[in-house]
């Protein structure tokens, strides 16, 4: 969903060619108090904003785009800015959107699964450490062997998502 927020009587048509245009539902707020109310109530894929409301209330402004959440905030001048300009702002910013999530998911599965490679290395060890141990009871290097075997097949499960995400990032 987008929000548009815009005081102007054209607001409705706007919302309606970008809707039509995007396939995705528009909420209008004529102020930045609706719009604050609106961005409480839910989330968005794009906040479009008027920027002479920007500059009537800059710090209403600025409060209002920190509180966006995920959504890509657009400020447009919508006195010089045909509605066809808008929508090719608002598609542009949501691809970029897009990609910028792509990327962070990218980089957060690839730092998890460092991490968990690192602990299952310091869990390999420890079981083969303690199968050396000739005290052990047959029942406790039961134990540690499925230890192992659990470890091993986390590090292959691991190492098949990474040639997904590698093989779906080359066709990206």
């Known amino acids: 969903m987008i929000l548009l927020i815009w005081s102007s009587e054209r607001a409705g048509e706007c919302a309606e060619t970008i809707q039509n245009a995007l396939d995705?539902?528009?909420?209008?707020?004529?102020?930045?108090?609706?719009?604050?109310?609106?961005?409480?109530a839910r989330a968005f894929?794009?906040?479009?904003?008027?920027?002479s409301l920007c500059e009537a209330s800059?710090?209403?402004?600025?409060?209002?785009?920190?509180?966006?959440?995920?959504?890509?905030?657009?400020?447009?001048?919508?006195?010089?800015?045909?509605?066809?300009?808008v929508?090719?702002?608002?598609?542009?910013?949501?691809?970029?959107?897009?990609?910028?999530?792509?990327?962070?998911?990218?980089e957060a599965c690839s730092t998890l699964r460092k991490e968990l490679n690192d602990d299952l290395s310091a869990l390999f060890l420890v079981c083969e450490t303690g199968l050396q141990d000739p005290t052990l009871?047959?029942?406790t290097v039961e134990q540690m062997k499925q230890i192992d075997e659990i470890g091993k097949h986390i590090r292959q499960k691991l190492q098949a998502e990474k040639a997904e995400e590698v093989a779906s990032a080359a066709h990206a």
């Open 24 to 40: 995705r539902p528009v909420q209008i707020a004529s102020n930045l108090e609706e719009a604050r109310a609106e961005l409480k």
């Open 45 to 51: 894929s794009a906040v479009l904003l008027d920027q």
């Open 58 to 85: 800059p710090l209403q402004a600025d409060s209002l785009l920190q509180h966006l959440g995920s959504a890509a905030p657009v400020i447009v001048n919508f006195a010089i800015s045909n509605i066809d300009r």
């Open 87 to 106: 929508v090719r702002t608002v598609r542009t910013a949501l691809a970029q959107r897009h990609r910028e999530i792509q990327i962070a998911r990218t």
């Open 137 to 139: 009871n047959a029942h």
